[in-house]
Nanobody
Framework: QVQLVESGGGLVQTGGSLRLSCAASERTFSNYAMGWFRQTPGKEREFVASISWGGWTYYADSVKGRFTISRDNAKNTRYLQMNSLKPEDTAVYYC?????????????????WGQGTQVTVSS
């Protein structure tokens, strides 16, 4: 069982930056693909970004050019650097992990989820 713990959320003004972290309990986390998703009340969880075990990255169009997903395998941690934040980026952000070779933009592709961290962007 892999445990994921997100951190780094908070309140920021429009145009500001935050870096989210997702720390894993699994020592072989480098073998996992990882994704970031976000959710607002009353809406479905939506894909934000993913990074495969091989390091390939993929982004939702809404965040492309503003967000960057990265990893530090030595620390079993993945990051989401969020720049030029907008009010519509306000959501609870979740990290998720899977060992499957799958479509990483789908919620159903992931086996393990963190508890979420709130990001609020004020206008």
């Amino acid at each position: 069982q892999v445990q994921l713990v997100e951190s780094g959320g908070g309140l920021v003004q429009t145009g500001g930056s935050l870096r989210l972290s997702c720390a894993a309990s699994e020592r072989t986390f480098s073998n996992y693909a990882m994704g970031w998703f976000r959710q607002t009340p009353g809406k479905e969880r939506e894909f934000v970004a993913s990074i495969s075990w091989g390091g390939w990255t993929y982004y939702a169009d809404s965040v492309k050019g503003r967000f960057t997903i990265s990893r530090d395998n030595a620390k079993n941690t993945r990051y989401l650097q969020m720049n030029s934040l907008k009010p519509e980026d306000t959501a609870v952000y979740y990290c998720a992990a899977t060992k499957r070779d799958t479509i990483y933009a789908k919620v159903s592709s992931y086996d393990y989820w963190g508890q979420g961290t709130q990001v609020t962007v004020s206008s």
